[in-house]
Nanobody, 130 residues
Framework: QVQLVESGGGLVQVGGSLRLSCAVS????????MGWFRQAPGKEREFVAA????????FYADSVKGRFSITRDNAKNTVHLQMNNLKPEDTAVYYC???????????????????????WGQGTQVTVSS
């Protein structure tokens, strides 16, 4: 059974930092694109960042570019999201997502879409107080 478990969320003040982690079990995702999404209260879930299987390419939503950084450790089957200079609008539940290794059939333009991913975590709450 595939499981994605997020951790590292919490309450932080404006301008602070948090590092989210996603641990994957049940299969290896070393050849898969991994992503982070978030959902704020009353809003649709939105793309935050994605990383290629080799970590050679990263992709970010415009709203987080220059502040967030996505990395992965394939040996440990984990992916991280370093979030710096946090703003109140970053408050949301953050979800880790993984696709099953079919990325080569798709353009990277698909990486920000939810349908591209096959597995999802339960989410971790991030709250930024002003």
């Amino acid at each position: 059974q595939v499981q994605l478990v997020e951790s590292g969320g919490g309450l932080v003040q404006v301008g602070g930092s948090l590092r989210l982690s996603c641990a994957v079990s049940g299969r290896t995702f070393s050849s898969s694109v991994m992503g982070w999404f978030r959902q704020a209260p009353g809003k649709e879930r939105e793309f935050v960042a994605a990383i290629s299987w080799s970590a050679g390419s990263t992709f970010y939503a415009d709203s987080v570019k220059g502040r967030f950084s996505i990395t992965r450790d394939n040996a440990k089957n984990t992916v991280h999201l370093q979030m710096n200079n946090l703003k109140p609008e970053d408050t949301a539940v953050y979800y880790c997502a993984a696709e099953r290794g079919r990325w080569s059939y798709y353009s990277s333009r698909n990486y920000p879409t939810e349908d591209f991913y096959d597995y999802w975590g339960q989410g971790t709450q991030v709250t930024v107080s002003s």
